[in-house]
């Protein structure tokens, strides 16, 4: 089993809709974890956070569920310019930091 | 604005020979930096993990002789992959690791913004 595993998708959503990430981790000891996007070509970009407490931003919003091993991104109103792969990570403890594969997301017009 | 820089952002070289790849904290001091490598349509792959001072810590599989890593201050780390065959044509990334009290959330990773290396 992988330590960081994400739906590779695609996922193919028309402009305004609602899409949500899962991304699940092995390592119940994992301290922090995150979301970045990479476009296509580029580098990784923290997108967010996630606090257990979830947090928020803008369209975005993180969330972590310590019980079921397993952190998710929703995006409201999706914008053409959301298109992208979003990348899970997990951290833990130490250097030990761990990507997901990233979800593709295509958003239509 | 970027926060950590990478140079160059793109090389071609002949086979054989040696390549340097810059990677710079722009507005904070990184004792951890890190370097993957990214083929096409696949994820990051870390080769390995740079601590300022100290010997860079190379993931399984990653020789440490071919990829050379020097963390010779706290915003600089260098990768060099000597002799370069086609086969290690790739997408090179660094990250820097914050830490916490420099006006950054701590332990984050900041990309750079790539290297992109073609072997001919």
């Known amino acids: 089993r992988k330590e960081v595993e994400q739906d590779p998708g695609p996922f193919n959503v028309p402009e305004g809709a609602t899409v949500a990430f899962n991304c699940t981790y092995s390592n119940s000891a994992s301290q922090s974890f995150f979301w970045y996007r990479q476009d296509c070509r580029k580098e990784p970009k923290l997108l967010m956070s996630v606090y257990s407490s979830g947090n928020e931003d803008g369209r975005f919003t993180a969330q972590l569920n310590r019980a079921s091993q397993y952190i998710s991104l929703l995006i409201r109103d999706s914008k053409l310019s959301d298109s992208a792969t979003y990348l899970c990570v997990v951290n833990s403890g130490g250097f030990k930091t761990i990507f997901g594969a990233g979800t593709r997301l295509f958003v239509k017009a | 604005g970027a926060v950590v820089s990478q140079h160059p952002s793109w090389v071609i070289c002949k086979s054989g020979t040696s390549v340097k790849i810059e990677c710079r904290s722009l507005?904070?001091?990184?004792?951890?930096m890190f370097w993957y490598r990214q083929f096409p349509k696949q994820s990051l792959m870390l080769m390995a993990t740079?601590?300022?001072?100290?010997?860079?810590?190379?993931e399984q599989g990653v020789e440490k002789d071919k990829f050379l890593i020097n963390h010779a201050s706290l915003t600089l780390s260098t990768l060099t992959v000597t002799s370069a065959h086609p086969e290690d044509s790739s997408f090179y990334i660094c990250s820097a690791l914050t830490t916490p009290g420099q006006g950054r959330p701590g332990e984050t990773q900041y990309f750079g913004p790539g290297t992109r290396l073609l072997v001919l």
């Open positions: 507005d904070f001091q990184a004792t951890t």
């Open positions: 740079s601590n300022e001072g100290s010997k860079a810590t190379y």
